[in-house]
Every structure is written in structure tokens, then in C-alpha cells.
T-cell receptor, first 113, second 115 residues
Framework: KAGVTQTPRYLIKTRGQQVTLSCSPI?????VSWYQQTPGQGLQFLFE???????NKGNFPGRFSGRQFSNSRSEMNVSTLELGDSALYLC????????????FGEGSWLTVV | KQEVTQIPAALSVPEGENLVLNCSFT??????LQWFRQDPGKGLTSLLL?????REQTSGRLNASLDKSSGRSTLYIAASQPGDSATYLC??????????????FGKGTKLSVKP
């Protein structure tokens, strides 16, 4: 069974641009969540989607948004990039997002210059 | 507000030693606690999941315990090997009544096992 797949793995963007990251969950998993990891703040929750609906949202500005498609694949978008958005963005999936084990992808490394 | 703390931040041990990593959380209203491993530049690998009603879980050389009332979990690694070198993270899923609480992570313990 394939794991959680994230694309692209690495990308460099310029301040002010926008970026879209993609996540394909494990087959059969309907919950997809996104986390940001930085050396200073550690892992912080961005949002969670279940059956195409945002079910939970972390404390990030509106520049961060996401969506989930009918096949459970998810995308997150960051608009008007800032230097502080440089981070590892991790996607995770689980069957229901409640008491299940949560599985993470390898992440997308974003560098904003 | 739930807070998760992991002590120590870094640990170096000789190969073969048994070791314990600690995780504490401030709010005992949790659904479950999960331990992860992260290798440099990589994503997180799930190691063990303990539901709030459980006291421990075991997988191979790993044993995780949970004491919800005291807000503590430990990850015990037996007979450590150089391949165990990584950062270990614990994360709790809080019980907000709707079961959709997100994971709240500690900052991790960076483990180095010397040959």
C-alpha cells in the first residue's frame, strides 16, 4: 500500500509569490491534515479536511488555505509568501481522523527568498 | 490550552543501552497519544499509538506507556542501536468533545546512539 505522497518535495519561491502544495493520502483514508514544521516553533497544525470539508483549523493567517477533492487528495495554498513561511510542510492522513493512527508524508520543503 | 513537553531535548547513549524518553502534557483530556520518529530531512514515522483507555503499547524493542492522570508518557527503547538515532516526537490528540482535535506536538528528543 502506497504511503502519503507529497509534491513537490523541494521548492524555492520569492517573497510575494504564492505556492500550492499537493498531498495524496493513503488509499481509503478520508482525513487529511497539514502541519508546518520550523526549527523555532516545531510542528504546528494548519488545518484538517474530511470528506471535502474543513473540519478543524489552526491559528494561521488567512493567507494559508486548503481544499480536499472527492478522491481525498488535498492541496494547500499559501498566498503572498513571506520569509517566515520557509518551512517543512507535512501532510498526514488517517481513515477517519478520530482515534486512528496518523501517517505522515515526507513533506514539502519550502524556501522563500 | 494543551502543552506538550519532552525532556531531555537531546540524549547520547552507547550502543546496547536501554533508554527512556519522556513526554508530559498539561491537560489530561486526551483521546490518544502517538510517538513518532523523524530522521533528518524526512517526514514522521509513526511508532506507537496509545488510546486514552490504554496503559501501554509494545512494538518490537519499543514500549510506550501512558499515565493520563499524571499527564505523562514514556517511550522505552531496549538494546539501542545506531540505527535508532533520530528525533523522537510525542503528540497528543485532545478530547474536545467532537473527536476532531488536532495533534499537539512536543519539540522532540534528539537521540544519538554511539557505536
Amino acid at each position: 500500500k502506497a504511503g502519503v505522497t507529497q509534491t513537490p518535495r523541494y521548492l524555492i519561491k520569492t517573497r510575494g509569490q504564492q505556492v500550492t502544495l499537493s498531498c495524496s493520502p493513503i488509499s481509503g483514508h478520508r482525513s487529511v491534515s497539514w502541519y508546518q514544521q520550523t526549527p523555532g516553533q516545531g510542528l504546528q497544525f494548519l488545518f484538517e479536511y474530511f470528506s471535502e470539508t474543513q473540519r478543524n483549523k489552526g491559528n494561521f493567517p488567512g493567507r494559508f488555505s486548503g481544499r480536499q477533492f472527492s478522491n481525498s487528495r488535498s492541496e494547500m495554498n499559501v498566498s503572498t509568501l513571506e520569509l517566515g513561511d520557509s518551512a517543512l510542510y507535512l501532510c498526514a492522513s488517517s481513515p477517519t481522523g478520530t482515534r486512528d493512527t496518523i501517517y505522515f508524508g515526507e513533506g514539502s520543503w519550502l524556501t522563500v527568498v | 490550552k494543551q502543552e506538550v513537553t519532552q525532556i531531555p531535548a537531546a540524549l547520547s547513549v552507547p550502543e546496547g543501552e536501554n533508554l527512556v524518553l519522556n513526554c508530559s502534557f498539561t491537560d489530561s483530556a486526551i483521546y490518544n497519544l502517538q510517538w513518532f520518529r523523524q530522521d533528518p530531512g524526512k517526514g514522521l514515522t509513526s511508532l506507537l499509538l496509545i488510546q486514552s483507555s490504554q496503559r501501554e503499547q509494545t512494538s518490537g524493542r519499543l514500549n510506550a506507556s501512558l499515565d493520563k492522570s499524571s499527564g505523562r508518557s514514556t517511550l522505552y527503547i531496549a538494546a539501542s542501536q545506531p540505527g535508532d538515532s533520530a528525533t523522537y516526537l510525542c503528540a497528543v490528540k485532545s478530547d474536545y468533545g467532537g473527536s476532531q482535535g488536532n495533534l499537539i506536538f512536543g519539540k522532540g528528543t534528539k537521540l544519538s546512539v554511539k557505536p
